[in-house]
């Protein structure tokens, strides 16, 4: 018998099948490789986009505070004016950033305040920026569809003043912490305005010290802003600070004019940054230098900040060529005798501040011109305020630590040699700024910078 081979129908040839799985496999990566392009063109210029609004809002912020608006809250035509310089100030930094590589617009950039009109905007003023970019370039997406793609960010930043809180909140305020404060305790005496409770009850207080509402909000004369006064060591006549020697707080008439006593205050070493006429002294190191030590207002502390200060008994300020002297020359460049920025201090009192720079100013012929206006200088210094009248006993000289209550932002306008009139290691201030915590502050402060008035963002 014979068997027939059955034949079987031919195979169909599967040679390139690999190729084409490949190229499929290939446009697959690739698509996937578009989108990862396009997704990260897309977080890279959300991050560009925020990052302009942040700064924006804090320079917006910082503004406002240097408008005056805190110290003055119930001036509504400063507050207007205040937003506007407020508004330029933030569409001229976020325009110089770039968004995947196009440069910002004005038209890019809208500002708006949360809280205008409000009795809150006088305290604590809110800004708000929106940054966006309405033509974002993409590599891939265009594919799908022809519409631009668009990214937007928001920023919130606002400044924090606790003078005046209570009224909005109802009960305690934050109290906030400072850095860069300098060795000068004073009382809460208003030597420019008498009538008060401050020192004796001869003159007025700078703010109230259970609720910190400002006691004379506004510029001067009738107001504390712009209110120009000489500091003076209330040492006596030395040596040292100690018993026997130490006045009670004082403020009042003096040979250079009204007059505000200070007492030296003791603090850790100053460890940031200080300027090469650095004196020898730790005094005149605290003054020349600043001084990283958070110092916090109000009746609750978290260490490291601390929210009271001790007499230094062992310097002597005045005196020429002594430590205040000589570390107030060296912090505001008055070498030798001037060369110091200068305050255009009206009255009234210019906002935004306008300093002219002083030909010893660190920049003065590199970046900045002598007479250039600036609105901060080295000059523009804080002070801690502490409360008078809580004993044992009040109204008398420290005898340990004080409680801190406020600060009193002033730019030092000049220091004495002596000579006639204000003696040897006296200093003229200009008030910029006024914060009272009160004795009722409490809770987590709001931390601030060098500046006194504490800006942060908030969204």
Known sequence: MIRRRKQLPPRHRERGVTMILVVLAMLSMLGIIAIAIDLITLYSARSETQRAADSAALVAAKMLIDAGVTGDPTNAALQTAAQTIATKAAKDVAKQGAIAGRQIQTADVSVNYPNSGAPSF??????????????LPTFFSRIWSRAALTVRATATAEGFNPSNATTITGGATA????RCVKPFIVPNCDPQHGGGTGCGGTAATFF???????????????GIIGAGFDLVSNCGSGPGCGAGVIGGPNAGPGPGGPTLYYYPAQMPPATGACPSCTGGTTFEQEIECCNPTPISCGTTVTLPA???LSVDNTVYPDGGGGPAQSGVECLIHQRPGNGMDSLNAGPPLTYPLQISVGNNHPLAGTVLSANDLVSTSDSL????VYDQTVGPPPNAAPTGAVNIVGFLQVFIDQAFAGGGGPKAGEFHVTVVNVLGCGSSASGAPISSSASAVPVRLIQ
């Open 122 to 135: 006088g305290i604590n003023p809110r800004v708000s920026v929106t940054v966006q970019d309405t033509n």
């Open 175 to 178: 109290p906030v912490i400072a």
């Open 381 to 384: 210094v804080t002070v801690p």
């Open 208 to 222: 109230d010290t259970t609720t910190g509402q400002i006691t004379n909000p506004g510029a001067a004369p009738a």
């Open 306 to 308: 601390v929210n009271q």
